[in-house]
């Protein structure tokens, strides 16, 4: 156990090796950056990270992350509302916006079904999107999760929950990454890329 | 340029990303992982962050970082106080300690000499460290600082400024690290090692 030569220091570094991916090595580089920095910066730093935790939002439609009771993406008539597509947490949100691809709207789990880690149906946002459902507006459902056990978990808990709603269900396509070797890509995605695989003609058409 | 669906997220992203080492994107998946603490959480944190900050205190004698006007290690009579380490920051200091071989005190400079990043001889504590060889305590002064540019150029720098007192002044071994096989090592180190080549006897006598 390593010892320091100051409480306070000690304090910190105990708090921000909280982080996630942040060990204690590194925790105590940040400490010493923060005792280089001028106070006030780093008066702002905290207040910034307790003022996001107290007064956070979540979209009361698709629980994203919001500062509004409705978000952005919601609240756009322009958006097709009757086509949802659910992924785990706001990053996921971000990462489809980016790509200028999808007019749908969202629903934001906040998590995965993770028995290891223990979080259980419980413990996202399922309820919730029960009651979009139920409020018989959405015709098509895309599930967008991680291709890891925990997102075939969830996949398979919301297709059971979904299957009794009168809607498609998709879930994103699994393949070969654009400009992948074919030699370089594991065997698994390759094998489910020859199973999935497209009508030519829409590939065109997409062009 | 990444767009965020709040303002409150984008201020704390904005924050957590002055770390160092830390991008937007490790420093958006601090701030969803803050979103998930129970609040307390991350207020404790913040305010050990900002407590640190404004309570901290420095050595009057050594620098260091400490709890009280005087340091653990300058406040011991045990420790040989006519010897004196001066190495770049704190976590050097820890790491000596950790080795359990020097009985000597410190003196803690806060940086290096850094023109690249703006560093210059007035913003590390070379004064304090001169107003201690005044009063005429030490004799000998061991410089610790990185095998890089930096430390070389303030060796130096302290070399010029210390010449003039009647101390011995010397600089910790570069060589090949214990377990390492020559083969391995760089060219550099390998050089020096043969050139600073130690007294067999010397070696014996230790083990």
């Given at each position: 156990m390593q010892t320091y030569p100051s409480k306070l220091l000690e304090q910190a570094v105990n708090e921000l090796a909280k982080l996630p991916g942040i060990g204690r090595k590194t925790a105590l580089r940040?400490?010493?950056?923060?005792?280089?920095c001028p106070p006030a910066e780093v008066e702002t730093m905290g207040h910034a990270m307790i003022k996001m935790r107290n007064d956070i939002i979540y979209c009361h439609e698709c629980r994203n992350i919001s500062d509004q009771e409705l978000c952005s993406i919601c609240a756009n008539p322009?958006?097709?509302h009757s086509l949802?597509?659910?992924?785990?947490?706001?990053?996921?949100?971000?990462?489809?916006?980016?790509?200028?691809?999808?007019?749908?709207?969202?629903?934001?789990l906040g998590g995965?079904?993770?028995?290891?880690?223990?979080?259980?149906p419980q413990d996202i946002n399922v309820d919730t999107l029960l009651?979009?459902?139920?409020?018989?507006?959405?015709?098509?459902v895309i599930l967008a999760l991680p291709t890891t056990i925990e997102g075939d978990t969830t996949n398979f808990f919301l297709y059971r929950k979904l299957?009794?709603?009168?809607?498609?269900?998709?879930?994103?396509?699994r393949g070969i990454s654009i400009g992948d070797e074919l030699e370089h890509t594991d065997e698994v995605t390759l094998g489910r890329?020859?199973?999935?695989?497209?009508?030519?003609?829409?590939?065109?058409?997409?062009?």
């Open positions: 940040m400490a010493l950056h923060l005792l280089k322009k958006r097709d949802v597509c659910v992924v785990e947490d706001i990053r996921d949100v971000m990462a489809i916006e980016n790509t200028g691809q999808y007019n749908g709207i969202y629903h934001v995965i079904i993770s028995p290891m880690e223990g979080i259980g009651l979009r459902m139920e409020k018989g507006m959405i015709s098509e299957t009794g709603f009168n809607i498609t269900l998709s879930a994103i396509a890329s020859i199973l999935n695989r497209t009508p030519y003609e829409s590939i065109l058409i997409r062009k």
